[in-house]
């Protein structure tokens, strides 16, 4: 059976040398109290929780999976009561303000967090993960009088929280969303239609379920504009805010799927159901998307934490499996069989592994940590550079993080051998579980076009110019380090090919639209590569001289991707550069 082991001194090296969250955290009030010392003890908390009550719950809520009885889901056995040691801890409200009893702490914590539970437990990371997402779009949207209902027990966990976008003719493209809501004439909405898909949309694990769900008033605007979000509780709040009468929301379905089954996906049915209006009418797709985006991040950590757990479960194995013999110099006598660890071709693959996740982490907690800059830092300026990175990041994190899983996953089963096809070694899960990542939150295609169209034209690539000059930068500062030269100068290369690329797409956005859509995809693995590379580089920079097994293996794995991984981008320069010619060249109908 596959076990996760947090990687507490992997994710603090990352927070306090690479991210540097103390300095990056100083001046802004709301972290005052926020040190090395208070994150670590945080981190090893969580490791506590989760490799205790979550990790052991990984197969066996696989085998079991939801059920759906006269409208009741059940979850498996052992999840309610691992949500209620969850949300009894705090770690629901962890990063949520203390005006509703969170506990105030960085958004980056609650992403090491959400990596931890994903490589422990990827179904139960969904229930919280939209929980708080329900959280973040009442305090950012929602009126003072819904705020007092629901958010404090949000954010304790007595309660859970939806998104409720998706229908049948409404997935990448929410235009189409049907769903009616109308004003029922004393402050709140009547819903009526359906929603497929929703993830946590009917469980047995906290006493009340908050939808988000978006509809369309009958004066709205035809297409995205004409969008509003209303909150839609699973049971009305009596007089004392306890969970009260039935609402008109109720599962109908919840779907047999290839992976998570410990999550609830359902079809919710809308009859007459009681809404509130969350923020402005017809202003809810752009409300959804403040919360989307940090979802989006949360998702990338999802990626990331299967990354994890497929690659220290790969490792695990490798150190123990004794397959073959070492390929025999000239002249050398056969030796006994050794650990498939020794070969060269597992190497290649522990490395792989190694090198993505470890460098994925960088990526990951350096756009959570920035999100903490962008909405609570005191300087404008300094707010608007990290908004910037965070807005560049997103589908970056997004797409790639969750790509990797999915690699990592299959690359995991290969360690493995065919013992990794076997259910009972658990990799096999992993690969189930990881592919729903770059699908929901916008599909991985979805986020490549949000990088390509959106953000490389945002503020006149500010964006993309500001990062790539801070990886210039980098060179130059580095230039004359001999000891980093084998990641220095191959990083020089990649930003040379990826300046060029990014001045052919954006002029194919004017130009020629469909090159730039067929560019998409490859550029933004292009972009993820370097920005992988330049974690690497600060890597090997922070352990530069250091003699320690952790450095060896950091400056080791930093050669590795450098030599291996990092010339990926120049592969991918003349597919980001073949425009879009064959792929449009046969009409849809010649495609079959
Ligand atoms: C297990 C699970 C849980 C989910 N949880 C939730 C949830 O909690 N709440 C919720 O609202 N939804 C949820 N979803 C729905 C999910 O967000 C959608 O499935 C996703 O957005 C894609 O929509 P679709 O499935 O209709 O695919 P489509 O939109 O039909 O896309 C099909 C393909 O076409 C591509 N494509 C579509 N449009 C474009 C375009 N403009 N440019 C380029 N390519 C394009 C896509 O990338 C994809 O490859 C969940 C789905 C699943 C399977």
């Not at 990827?122 to 779009?137: H, I, K, Q, R, V």
Request: charged share 20%; aromatic share 8%.
């Amino acid at each position: 059976m596959a076990t996760y082991k947090a990687p507490v001194q992997d994710m603090q090296f990352v927070l306090e040398r690479i991210v540097g969250m103390e300095q990056r955290l100083a001046g802004i009030e709301r972290f005052s109290e926020v040190s090395d010392d208070l994150v670590r003890g945080v981190v090893e908390e969580a490791a506590k929780l989760i490799e205790g009550s979550l990790a052991p719950l990984n197969a066996s809520g696989d085998e079991q999976g939801c059920r759906l009885e006269d409208g009741q889901v059940y979850t498996p056995d052992g999840f309610p009561e691992a949500w209620r040691l969850f949300s009894e801890g705090g770690w629901s409200g962890l990063s949520q303000s203390e005006e509703y009893g969170g506990q105030g702490l960085p958004f980056v914590l609650s992403q090491v967090l959400m990596e931890m539970m994903a490589g422990a437990n990827s179904a139960f990371s969904l229930y919280p993960l939209l929980t708080a997402g329900a959280c973040e779009a009442l305090e950012k949207h929602g009126s003072a009088e819904l705020q007092a209902t629901y958010s404090p027990k949000l954010v304790s966990g007595q309660w859970s929280g939806t998104m409720c976008l998706t229908e049948p003719q409404a997935g990448s493209d929410l235009a189409q969303v049907k769903t009616r809501a109308e004003d029922a004439g004393d402050g709140s909405y009547r819903l009526n239609g359906g929603k497929i898909f929703i993830t946590g949309g009917e469980h047995d694990m906290a006493e009340n379920i908050i939808h988000l769900v978006l509809a369309r008033l009958p004066d709205a605007p035809a297409g995205i504009r004409g969008i509003s979000m209303f909150l839609v509780p699973k049971f009305l709040p009596d007089a004392d805010g306890n969970p009260g009468e039935r609402n008109g929301v109720n599962c109908a379905n919840i779907e047999k799927k290839m992976g998570i089954h410990a999550a609830s996906t359902c079809v919710l049915n809308f009859d007459d159901a009681v809404g509130w209006l969350v923020g402005e009418e017809h202003q809810g797709i752009q409300n959804m998307f403040t919360m989307m985006n940090l979802a989006r991040l949360g998702v990338g950590n999802q990626g990331l934490g299967i990354c994890e757990a497929a690659t220290q479960n790969a490792i695990a194995y490798a150190l123990d499996r004794k397959q073959g013999r070492p390929l025999a110099r000239k002249g050398e006598a056969a030796t006994d069989t050794v650990l498939i660890a020794e070969h060269p071709d597992v190497r290649r693959m522990l490395f792989t592994m190694k090198a993505f996740t470890e460098g994925g982490r960088v990526l990951a907690y350096e756009a959570a940590a920035s999100a903490d800059v962008a909405a609570h830092h005191p300087d404008d300026e300094t707010r608007q550079k990290a908004q910037d990175f965070v807005d560049l990041m997103t589908p970056i994190c997004k797409a790639w993080l969750t790509d990797a899983g999915c690699e990592l996953a299959g690359t995991g089963v290969q360690v493995f051998g065919g013992h990794g096809f076997i259910r009972e070694h658990g990799m096999e899960q992993f690969v189930r579980d990881a592919r729903i990542n770059t699908l929901y939150e916008g599909t991985n295609g979805i986020q490549a076009m949000d990088l390509v169209a959106r953000k490389l034209k945002l503020h006149n690539g500010r964006l993309i110019n500001t990062y790539l000059d801070d990886i210039a930068t980098f060179i130059s500062a580095e230039k004359g380090n001999d000891a980093l030269a084998f990641i220095v100068q191959p990083l020089g290369e990649a930003l040379d090919g990826l300046r060029e690329a990014t001045e052919r797409v954006r002029e194919a956005l004017g130009s020629a639209p469909d090159d730039a859509g067929a560019a998409a995809y490859d550029y933004l693995q292009a972009l993820s590569l370097l920005a992988v590379g330049y974690a690497w580089a600060r890597m090997a920079r922070a352990v530069q001289g250091e003699d320690t097994a952790f450095a060896r293996s950091k400056l080791t794995t930093a050669r590795f991707f450098a030599r291996r991984l990092l010339p990926r981008v120049h592969g991918l320069l003349p597919a980001i550069y073949a425009g879009a010619d064959e792929l449009m060249a046969l009409p849809a109908d010649e495609l079959a």
